[in-house]
């Protein structure tokens, strides 16, 4: 680990701490919290860093309650950004941390959002909107039910 490094990971854990940057069993992984999101991304630093830029390998944590699809829009999201700050030579993590919190705050419109928030979406032109409506409703009474004679095979017990 270079000295830049060293550095670099005593900055960012004095500024977000010690969750901000976090060490793991496996050599050169590291777990990046972002302050104002409840995501956590899986950095690899190269020996090299920060002569070759790091790379963003998923999410470790997308947060309680995420829709399907926010955790690889956010990845997909920060690694365009660490292509954007990562400058050969220099040290990256809080330009990133940063930037990708000022994009996402202006991009809340377009991130997938949380469940509950959920939107009715009409069906094509020319579908039949009753052929995807369900037919039956939760307040409709459930079927009668019957109870057949117990059956008794090899120790076993069977009922419909």
Same mark, same amino acid.
């Given at each position: 680990?270079?000295?830049? /490094?060293?550095?670099?990971?005593?900055?960012?854990?004095?500024?977000?701490? #010690? @969750?901000?940057? *976090?060490?793991?069993?496996?050599?050169?992984?590291?777990?990046?919290?972002?302050?104002?999101?409840? !995501?956590?991304?899986?950095?690899?630093?190269?020996?090299?860093?920060?002569?070759?830029?790091?790379?963003?390998?998923?999410?470790?944590? &997308?947060? =309680?309650?995420?829709?399907?699809?926010?955790?690889?829009?956010?990845? *997909? /999201?920060?690694?365009?950004?660490? *292509?954007?700050?990562?400058?050969?030579? =220099? $040290?990256?993590? /809080?330009?990133? &941390?940063?930037?990708?919190?000022?994009?996402?705050s202006h991009e809340k419109e377009t991130l997938?959002?949380?469940?509950?928030?959920? *939107?009715? &979406?009409?069906?094509?032109?020319? $579908? @039949?909107?009753?052929?995807?409506?369900?037919?039956?409703?939760?307040? #409709?009474?459930?079927?009668?039910?019957?109870?057949?004679t117990p059956i008794t095979e090899k120790k076993?017990? !069977? &009922?419909?």
């Open positions: 680990m270079s000295e830049d /490094f060293c550095n670099e990971v005593e900055a960012i854990r004095s500024i977000y701490g #010690d @969750d901000g940057l *976090q060490f793991t069993n496996e050599t050169g992984i590291y777990v990046l919290s972002i302050p104002s999101y409840s !995501f956590r991304l899986r950095l690899h630093f190269p020996p090299t860093y920060p002569a070759n830029p790091p790379e963003i390998l998923g999410t470790d944590t &997308i947060g =309680e309650g995420t829709t399907k699809g926010y955790g690889c829009y956010v990845l *997909q /999201f920060a690694r365009d950004i660490l *292509q954007k700050v990562w400058k050969e030579g =220099e $040290v990256c993590l /809080f330009d990133l &941390i940063e930037e990708l919190e000022t994009a996402l997938p959002s949380v469940k509950g928030t959920s *939107q009715l &979406i009409e069906p094509p032109e020319g $579908v @039949d909107a009753s052929l995807s409506a369900p037919t039956s409703h939760p307040s #409709d009474p459930a079927p009668g039910w019957t109870l057949s076993s017990l !069977f &009922i419909a």
